[in-house]
């Protein structure tokens, strides 16, 4: 559908993703169920919902206003570097409770909203945002992003105390806000909400 121009719906096969991929990881949880194999499955699923098709929107946004044909190539920066970041993250005894690097499906859904913004709010600010140089900058930030040792929340709870998990419901209660408001606009400032809070909290460790 993407490759058909359709990528507004690209953008709903994501968000569908993010629900199963959080409901597979609860489920396992609550279940006590972990393999390695499933491990694995889990990342592939990963690779092709969060980085190949976020990669391919990227590519049809930037085809359509790029002069050079190497350009659009670009989007799929996330599909090489998203990647590399889940078999460090399949390898890395650091991540049980933090993750290093943002997570592909964050990098996934801050993609996911570009097919909308175009269609909503100041049509020059629109453009700009949108413009083919924009995004792919937004593709070697989030590539880098990826791949990075900045320390990022997890969104697991182990429990629901109040007091162990305020940052998550912080930002949980304030996403919910901006969507009701702002709309399908609200996704990129929600992960760009997600990385200041975890290093304002590193900050204050």
């Known amino acids: 559908m993407v490759f058909n121009g359709d ?20 489920s396992a949880r609550v279940l006590n169920k972990f393999s390695s194999i499933g491990k694995d499955l889990d990342s592939f699923a990963d690779i ?21 044909f190497i350009l659009p190539f670009f989007g799929f920066l996330l599909v090489l570097f998203g990647a590399l970041r889940l078999a460090k993250f399949n390898n890395d005894t650091r991540q049980p409770d933090f993750f290093y690097g943002l997570p592909v499906p964050a990098s996934g859904i801050f993609v996911s909203a570009f097919p909308f913004i175009s269609n909503s709010g100041d049509s020059d600010i629109n453009s700009i945002i949108t413009s083919q140089y924009s995004l792919i900058g937004i593709a070697v930030l989030l590539s880098l992003m990826m791949v990075s040792d ?3 929340m997890s969104l ?23 969507i009701v408001f702002i709309h399908i606009v609200a996704l990129p400032i929600i992960i760009l909400l997600y990385v200041v809070l975890s290093i304002a909290l590193n900050i204050a460790e």
Request: glycine share 6%.
């Open 156 to 178: 697991k709870f182990k429990n629901f105390s109040f007091q162990a998990n305020w940052y998550r419901y912080v930002l949980i209660i304030t996403s919910l806000f901006l």
């Open 48 to 68: 092709i919902t969060f980085c190949f098709l976020p990669a391919s929107i990227l590519y049809i946004l930037i085809e359509q206003g790029a002069q050079l």
């Open 7 to 26: 990528v507004q719906t690209g953008s709903v096969m994501i968000w569908a993703g993010a629900v199963f991929d959080f409901f597979d990881g609860f």
């Open 150 to 152: 900045i320390k990022l």
